[in-house]
């Protein structure tokens, strides 16, 4: 297995210390628009792109969840830069943990976002690889409809949701169902009290894949490691809740303030 490529959009306030923005599988750097706003009052900010995401180029080699954190290491390399601060949405938060596993030597602190140890059966995952090569993404636009958002983020907003379902619709294929691949063989629940990075685990009050009682248990189960429920929010937090997500991170970041 070969390291990704993955590419990264910069911006935020020049000097300030680096965070760097992890997105979900089927979406990419915009998700985190309105959060990064006000997040570049604070941060200087680095989104990256999976693999066949966004801006990040097509892989053909298959890849784990571990190597995508190498990855992310390799794009701080690049910019000389020693230690950052890191967040992430489900997948880009699973990268979260394999970072704090793998490189915790390079963390300030770490955010997982709608993210879990292990998200379901090895099973399901391959389903949905076999699915994606026969029909593409594209087949996956209505049920992620319904699994991202709240109840009422669709009607309310339908330009925000119409771009992140389109963003799934445009994701490359295979890539796409490289990172089903690695995401069932992800799994650090035997793992998770080796961390010891400052963690605060947000979740979303009406989130079927990252519940808010899964994500409670992963962070306490690391060493200092807390979480926070993200009220009318599904899997897509930064997107459905930017303000209350990007002051949640700034007050972790910048002073650690809690939140109960």
């Known amino acids: 297995m070969t390291v990704p490529a993955i590419t990264a959009v910069s911006g935020g306030a020049s000097g300030a210390p680096l965070l760097i923005l992890g997105s979900s599988l089927g979406t990419a750097a915009p998700l985190w628009d309105a959060a990064s706003e006000l997040l570049s009052e ?48 489900s997948l880009g938060g699973a990268v979260g943990l394999e970072l704090a596993l793998r490189h915790p030597e390079r963390l300030d602190a770490v955010s997982t976002i709608c993210s879990v140890a292990v998200f379901g059966e090895p099973g399901a995952w391959f389903d949905r690889v076999e699915l994606v090569r026969q029909q593409s993404t594209a087949a996956l636009v209505g049920a992620s409809a319904e699994r991202w958002f709240g109840p009422a983020f669709i009607a309310a907003n339908p330009r925000v949701a119409s771009g992140l379902l389109h963003t799934l619709s445009d994701t490359d294929d295979e890539s796409y169902a490289l990172c089903c691949e690695a ?27 990252a519940p808010p009682s899964v994500v409670e248990a992963m962070a306490v189960a690391t060493q200092c490691g807390r979480a926070i429920e993200v009220a009318d929010a599904g899997h897509l937090a ?7 997500v990007a002051q949640l991170l700034i007050d972790f970041f910048t002073k650690g303030t809690r939140h109960e």
Not at 183 to 205: F, M, N
Request: glycine share 10%; proline share 9%; no cysteine.
């Open 42 to 89: 604070h941060f200087s900010i680095l989104s990256w792109d999976l693999p066949g995401h966004g801006l990040s180029r097509p892989a053909s080699e298959p890849f784990t969840v571990a190597e995508l954190a190498d990855a992310v290491v390799v794009l701080a390399d690049e910019r000389n830069v020693n230690r950052f601060a890191y967040a992430g949405v």
């Open 238 to 244: 930064p997107a459905e809740q930017p303000s209350r």
């Open 183 to 209: 995401l069932a063989g992800y799994d650090v629940r035997g793992r998770l009290g080796e961390i010891g990075t400052p963690l605060l685990a947000l979740s979303g009050q009406f989130d079927p894949v």
